[in-house]
């Protein structure tokens, strides 16, 4: 991707990010900022997005990077895999915590869009989101392998994926080889909560 396309990329998942949170009651439309409100949503991205383009920001919401710690109750802040034991068994990325805890995530939104892969010999070959459970839905997954050869092994997702405040859900990272020991795999997203109620 180039840069503009990478631009144009963030910019869409914002968009979407702010019109999921408004339709969770996470901040709020204004007709002031956005004039009046369709009700297609991909009508309602594009005026957002047009929006955030020019410069503007939404009165309702705040937006951060999500915080492993803060976000998903995980062992530390930083994005560790559990152990790579089995090759072909799905890990969690958020290390100690198989599953993110729901309740850590009441009245945010979730945008995941890109990640990144820090450990040399590239043991992983999947990023899986699931809902509801460990093993539960799969709702996307995404070839890591495809960033082996690239010079900086960061790709974004095909699509942006939502993760909703009133569900659960996992990120597992398939092992390629079984190395015993950790994976550092850096999945990036924004975190929408409405304004004034940052969690930190």
């Known amino acids: 991707m180039t840069l503009s396309e990478r631009k144009d990329y963030r910019l869409g998942a914002l968009a979407a990010g702010v019109v999921r949170a408004f339709d969770k009651k996470i901040g709020a439309w204004n007709v002031?900022?956005?004039?009046?409100e369709s009700p297609r949503p991909e009508d309602r991205i594009k005026?957002?997005?047009?929006?955030?383009?020019?410069?503007?920001?939404?009165?309702?919401?705040?937006?951060?990077?999500?915080?492993?710690?803060?976000?998903?109750?995980?062992a530390l802040d930083q994005w560790n895999t559990a152990p790579l034991?089995?090759?072909g068994t799905e890990y969690s990325?958020?290390?100690?915590a198989a599953a993110p805890v729901a309740a850590a995530r009441i009245n945010k939104v979730v945008v995941w869009f890109?990640?990144?892969?820090?450990?040399?010999?590239f043991p992983v070959?999947?990023?899986?989101?699931?809902k509801n459970a460990i093993a539960g839905t799969v709702i996307a997954r995404f070839d890591l392998e495809?960033?082996?050869?690239?010079?900086?092994?960061?790709g974004y997702f095909s699509e942006p994926v939502i993760w909703d405040p009133d569900m659960a859900y996992v990120m597992n990272v398939t092992?390629?080889?079984?190395?015993?020991?950790?994976?550092?795999?850096?999945?990036?997203?924004?975190v929408f909560e409405t304004a004034g109620r940052t969690s930190q």
């Not at 092992?175 to 924004?190: K, S």
């Open 32 to 36: 002031d900022e956005l004039g009046p």
């Open 47 to 74: 005026v957002v997005k047009s929006f955030i383009a020019g410069g503007g920001w939404l009165a309702s919401l705040d937006v951060r990077e999500f915080q492993p710690v803060l976000d998903a109750v995980a």
């Open 85 to 87: 034991l089995v090759a």
């Open 93 to 96: 990325v958020f290390q100690a």
């Open 114 to 121: 890109k990640v990144g892969v820090e450990t040399a010999a």
């Open 125 to 130: 070959s999947w990023l899986i989101h699931r």
């Open 146 to 154: 495809q960033l082996v050869n690239e010079e900086t092994p960061v």
């Open 175 to 190: 092992a390629r080889i079984a190395t015993g020991v950790l994976a550092r795999v850096q999945p990036t997203a924004f």
